[in-house]
């Protein structure tokens, strides 16, 4: 069973303030990404990775960098946290050969609800 | 870049109904296109895909529908049971999964 995990759960941040979102996979996925969830947009993809020392942008890069420093793990960091990027933060491993006959399957986690004041 | 309209934001069926859930893309190299589910207050799992290769796929109760000259795509879930009741989201990627758009989301609420 595939298995991703992310920390923390639950974050009250200060505008201006760093925030760093962690998530940890244990499928030796190549593959990672970051999204938010907001109602009415639905999931925005923010950063993805290719493997250990990648990060490519996606649809919403803006105010968010991505760290790869492993296969495992993969963060999200908002340098100068803004009340707009309250919102659940999710991530992913897999996509593309790694679900067996779903091959493009994406697991996720169970998500991040990060609120800016 | 691609685009994902999800037209259906709710939808209510009675159990044992029918349930279909539209999706449009605008990116004609599209071609795959998964469905995932998010049960209240957990994230989301994977439920069915399809491939361009192919207008039609079943598994069990969920059949997923492609129309490539209309660029639409739909679920449909048949024999509806409570725990049907969820949000669900589809998704398009030109490159095979690596990368998908998802569309906005249908809140599917089955009575009982």
């Known amino acids: 069973e595939a298995a991703v995990t992310q920390s923390p759960r639950n974050k009250v941040a200060v505008t201006g303030g760093k925030v760093t979102l962690s998530c940890n996979q244990t499928n030796n996925h190549n593959n990672m990404y970051w999204y938010r969830q907001d109602t009415g947009h639905g999931l925005r993809l923010i950063h993805y990775s290719y493997g250990a020392g990648s990060t490519e942008k996606g649809d919403i890069p803006d105010g968010y960098k991505a760290s790869r420093p492993s296969q495992e793990n993969f963060s999200l960091i908002l340098e100068l946290a803004t009340p707009s990027q309250t919102s659940v933060y999710f991530c992913?491993?897999?996509?593309?050969?790694?679900?067996?006959?779903?091959?493009?399957?994406?697991?996720f986690g169970p998500g991040t609800r990060l609120t800016v004041l | 870049g691609e685009k994902v309209e999800q037209h259906e934001s709710t939808l209510s069926v009675r159990e044992g109904d029918s349930a279909v859930i539209n999706c449009t893309y605008t990116?004609?190299?599209?071609?795959?296109f998964p469905w995932y589910k998010q049960e209240a207050g957990k994230s989301l799992h994977f439920v069915i895909d399809i491939r361009s290769n192919v207008d039609r796929k079943q598994s069990q109760r969920l059949t997923v529908l492609l129309d490539k000259k209309a660029k639409r795509f739909s679920l449909h879930i048949t024999a509806t049971q409570p725990e049907d009741s969820a949000i669900y989201f589809c998704a398009a990627s030109w490159d095979m999964g690596y990368k998908l758009t998802f569309g906005t989301g249908t809140s599917l609420l089955v009575d009982p």
């Open positions: 992913a491993s897999g996509g593309s050969g790694t679900g067996g006959d779903n091959y493009a399957e994406q697991f």
């Open positions: 990116d004609t190299a599209s071609s795959y």
